[in-house]
């Protein structure tokens, strides 16, 4: 029994169950090709890589904006850094105007502090989700909903403070926690897209992420004081200003179909190797080496962000020094990333072996601690403690990001990143709620004493990682240099 089957190309196929032959095109001088095939229904990755770079190459040929596929990648990259600085703007909003929302809306503190962590608890619950809608519908399908949602939260959040009513600033609040899973969306689009440069695309955007928050910290307060002398009611003054916001949230969403306007001229490199349609049905545990990969990223992320929380009241209690410069030392967290993320992003793109930089930012954010904890009452220890710190968070989080997509299928890739962001979350929750009561009642040198014991949570859990790599097979092995890897994966192909 024979079949006929009629390539997209001209050539036809004839199979036979004996003896299976391939008859070329004519235009191949009608030289015919032996092939061994099992069945005419299964679906080799070979064929979808060729599927793939033809439906490319024709792409370019039909749009002539991105003829040169690096102009398109460009494109693309100003596309997400704009998304992403838009976003974290509006997500750090509430830490800047802290003491005017306060003042204003006649708040407590634990009031306050519920409206800005009311953002990490959907986080949570929803970050996972999103991943999967990520992975069923793609990245650039699922970015322009959660950009809606934060804009329908800021609205209804301005709409608050205007009004007076702090409940439906809380309601506005839960709809912008849809903006965690806007970076969850862009790690996938990113592992996609930019798989040979993947860990200096995550350093360029995390490194714009923190120039928003910083610039959203350090501006807004300003701006709010600006409007005195055309806004005298101090509801108005506010709603302004988190109005203003959404523009920045409007932006970020026609960027984001954009994003989707260019999937249609070129196919991201890791759909090649991405199964046809996603089937959940498949989805197992996760491995241990996934499970220690998310809780050295929870625990460390708390050990280093949420010292923040206290950090001005700390310098200023131990080393004597004043509220404006215990701002700018306190910032460094924030401001350092901005240009280390993508410096270091690019180092790790070129030499590889993820898991040891990670070890050497964890060593070098607990050296940071033990510095703040046990150094003297002189100011340089302060300056130099802060700038570690910085610099450990910038190499932990461009080093870190990318592993998501080397230990995941990348069918699941969207629901990796998802859990890993609500794991962060989760942590983060955690710690702020009770760095609080451990200042009040035992003193600051106790907190920093409580962060060092994180951050040797988070060394152990390194550590461990670092077995689990050592021990596992060669195929699944992460620790290794960058020409290593390509060397594995064409043996994969």
């Given at each position: 029994m024979r079949r006929l089957k009629l390539q997209e190309d001209?050539?036809?196929?004839?199979?036979?169950?004996?003896?299976?032959?391939?008859?070329?095109?004519?235009?191949?001088?009608?030289?015919?090709?032996?092939?061994?095939?099992?069945?005419?229904?299964?679906?080799?990755?070979?064929?979808?890589?060729?599927?793939?770079?033809?439906?490319?190459?024709?792409a370019k040929q039909s749009c002539p904006i991105f003829s040169k596929n690096k102009c398109c990648k460009i494109f693309i990259v100003f596309l997400m850094c704009c998304i992403v600085f838009s976003t974290y703007v509006l997500l750090e909003l509430p830490v800047g105007m802290a003491k005017t929302i306060i003042e204003v809306m006649q708040?407590?503190?634990?009031?306050?502090?519920?409206?800005?962590?009311?953002?990490?608890?959907?986080?949570?619950?929803?970050?996972?989700?999103?991943?999967?809608?990520t992975d069923k519908f793609r990245a650039e399908r699922s970015l322009p909903m959660f950009l809606l949602s934060c804009c329908l939260g800021q609205i209804l959040l301005s709409i608050g403070s205007f009004l007076g009513h702090y409940w439906l600033m809380i309601v506005g609040r839960v709809l912008t926690g849809a903006?965690?899973?806007?970076?969850?969306?862009?790690?996938?689009?990113?592992?996609?897209?930019?798989?040979?440069?993947?860990?200096?695309?995550?350093?360029?955007?995390?490194?714009?992420?923190?120039?928003?928050?910083?610039?959203?910290?350090?501006?807004?307060?300003?701006?709010?004081?600006?409007?005195?002398?055309?806004?005298?009611?101090?509801?108005?003054?506010?709603?302004?200003?988190?109005?203003?916001?959404?523009?920045?949230?409007?932006?970020?969403?026609?960027?984001?179909?954009?994003?989707?306007?260019?999937?249609?001229?070129?196919?991201?490199a890791?759909?090649?190797?991405?199964?046809?349609?996603?089937?959940?049905?498949?989805?197992?545990?996760?491995?241990?080496?996934?499970?220690?990969?998310?809780l050295v990223a929870g625990v460390f992320y708390a050990a280093v962000l949420t010292p923040t929380s206290v950090g001005e009241l700390y310098y200023m209690h131990k080393y004597r020094i004043s509220l404006a410069i215990s701002n700018l030392i306190n910032s460094f967290v924030h401001i350092l990333p901005v240009f280390l993320c993508p410096l270091f992003g690019l180092i790790i793109n070129q030499v590889g072996y993820n898991p040891v930089w990670i070890l050497i930012a964890v060593l070098t954010g607990t050296l940071s601690h033990f510095l703040l904890a046990y150094s003297n009452d002189s100011q340089s220890y302060a300056y130099i403690g802060s700038f570690i710190g910085g610099a450990s968070y910038s190499m932990f989080t461009s080093s870190i990001w990318p592993m998501v997509s080397l230990i995941v299928k990348p069918e699941f890739i969207g629901l990796g990143y998802g859990i890993q962001q609500a794991v962060i979350s989760c942590f983060q929750v955690l710690v702020a709620s009770t760095v609080g009561?451990?200042?009040?009642?035992?003193?600051?040198?106790?907190?920093?004493?409580?962060?060092?014991?994180?951050?040797?949570?988070?060394?152990?859990?390194?550590?461990?990682?670092?077995?689990?790599?050592?021990?596992?097979?060669?195929?699944?092995?992460?620790?290794?240099?960058?020409?290593?890897?390509?060397?594995?994966?064409?043996?994969?192909?």
């Open positions: 001209g050539a036809i196929d004839l199979h036979d169950n004996n003896n299976k032959v391939g008859v070329a095109n004519d235009n191949f001088d009608g030289i015919a090709q032996a092939s061994t095939i099992s069945d005419a229904t299964d679906i080799n990755i070979d064929e979808l890589c060729k599927e793939d770079s033809t439906d490319v190459h024709k708040l407590t503190t634990t009031q306050y502090n519920v409206l800005y962590s009311l953002f990490f608890l959907p986080t949570i619950l929803l970050a996972p989700v999103g991943g999967l809608i903006g965690g899973m806007v970076f969850v969306c862009l790690s996938s689009y990113i592992a996609s897209f930019f798989t040979r440069h993947i860990n200096l695309m995550n350093g360029i955007l995390l490194g714009t992420a923190r120039l928003g928050a910083t610039l959203s910290v350090n501006l807004n307060s300003q701006f709010y004081s600006s409007l005195s002398s055309h806004a005298t009611n101090h509801h108005t003054r506010l709603g302004i200003v988190l109005l203003l916001s959404v523009v920045l949230i409007l932006i970020a969403f026609i960027c984001s179909l954009l994003l989707w306007y260019t999937r249609r001229y070129v196919k991201p890791l759909y090649k190797r991405r199964s046809v349609t996603c089937n959940y049905r498949n989805w197992s545990c996760p491995s241990l080496y996934f499970v220690v990969l998310a009561s451990v200042a009040d009642n035992y003193g600051y040198f106790m907190v920093q004493l409580y962060y060092i014991a994180l951050s040797m949570i988070s060394l152990s859990l390194v550590l461990l990682l670092n077995m689990i790599d050592y021990t596992s097979h060669r195929e699944k092995r992460v620790n290794m240099s960058k020409t290593k890897r390509k060397l594995r994966n064409k043996e994969k192909l």
